[in-house]
């Protein structure tokens, strides 16, 4: 097992704690069959390769399914080349929304290597490649949270999180939250009624949504317009939902995350929420 000495030390290797039977799909793939992919087996990232080669073509992430969704660059696909036709959109193929040029590690990078790299660039995962440009596995913050959790640290959720977070109503669109998710560059929103806590969308509860066999058939049909207006309350995650206080160590917010296999917390100090941390924030902290 990998140990918080070892990476203060620079001797672990990013291998030993990365996924290395990594799921890929040639750059072919329309995007909805991406998105389904991705939906079934909850992944975040999914890497594109050549089917004969192996070798690593680009990568897609919940975000740029988001930035497809909400007016970012990839909205350009939508608007200029299918003339918003989103089951046109949905049909073509999947490396028309990829990052093509990626950023990777080598395998011989150290676990503390990968922590600087993920906490400068704010990235949340690394794709691992071979000299010969082959996918040799992905790192990603959780992967790295899971050995830090058990790192000492005198600091408590408050000194991290994110204070007065934006927040959505339950009524609020989703082609209104992709927009907020894009134009702030947030992952995850806190879901708010009357002034308490809810539920929380994320991007991932919308690249769920989108992956699934109802949202095609409804395109199919042509109802574009309310696969858009949807209300967060449709999609959102709202039952058991799970949070700290404001005065949670470090070290047990992330054995939580763990435990549970979440990646945020809101930050509850008793019905008010004060704030939300996540799995970077704590890397960071932990980190350093």
Known sequence: MTTTTQIKGKKSCVLDIATTDVVSVPPTMSIIEGLAKMSTHNFRRLPLTDAGTKKLLGIVTVTDVIDLMGG??????????????????????IRTISTENVDGLSPSATIREAAEKLIETGHGSFPIVNEDNTLAGIVTEYDIMKVLAAEKSDKMVCDVMTKNPQVVTPDVPLCKVTRLMVTHGFRRLPVVKDNLLIGIITATDIMKYLGGGKVFADMEQGKADEILMIPVRDIMTAADIKTVTSTTTLMDAAKMMIEYGIGVFPVLDGDELNGIVTEFDLVKALAE
């Not at 608007?79 to 049909?91: P, Q």
């Open 72 to 93: 970012g660059n990839r909205f350009n696909l939508v608007a200029n080349k299918h003339k918003g036709n989103l089951l046109s959109v949905f049909n073509d193929d």
